[in-house]
């Protein structure tokens, strides 16, 4: 009895703020000190089925750049952080990888912003999309390290040694071997770029706005229904995601 109590209090404290939102997205002139909303309405859920609505517009730019990073930095990772299996200063460069992560994403974001503003990549797409490379891609040669064993090197060798091409080592050996930390990889970076905030505010200059800038701007402007709003939005992915990792993943692992 003391552990069911225990658990519906731990998830009533998870679901309230999604059920928050949930409510404050479809109401309409909520005002204190009314305990519950006047009235409800579907008219900001339908702003998603306009075109030239700033909600639609931000989710698809956002998915569109999430799954943009975390392909590019994925599958740069991985190919590096071979490469650097087998360097001899190997320590060196993993070191210089955890730079990005010894400032805040905020610092690192005007100590570059100048970089961006000269090669004429601030507030573009590919600017943002580069900025949030550059914390996506170390995260990504850090996590694969610990894939490239001497198990993994030696199998690779020999694979070579017999004759077999780079295409079929990759796609017959490694790829079978790696793919539960390729999906989790790219689960991560792409939630890396998706809640990304500092950098894209600052490289973007507000103007490139994915969800997290659209939320602040909600939030700042205190349209708390359309806040509400993008912030279920931006929720939705990572749910989706933490599922899939579950289902087709972690239960092959287990």
Known sequence: MFKKGVLLIVLLGILLPFLLMGLLSVSKGWFYPDIFPKSFTLGHWQLLLHQESELQQSLLLSLLMALGVASVATLLGFWVSKELAYAKQRNTWLLLAYWPFVLSPVVLAILLQRFFIYAGLSVSFIGVSLGQLLLAFPYTVILFQSFWSNYILELYQQSVTLGASTVQVFRQILLPIAAPILLICFFQTFLISWFEYGLT??????????????????????????????????????????????????????
């Open 201 to 254: 505010q600052l490289i973007g200059v507000g103007k490139i706005k994915t969800l997290t800038i659209l939320v602040f701007k909600y939030v700042n402007e205190a349209n708390i229904f359309h806040a509400a709003l993008a912030s279920l939005l931006l929720m939705l992915p990572p749910c989706l995601l933490l599922w899939l990792n579950k289902r087709f993943v972690f239960s092959k692992l287990v």
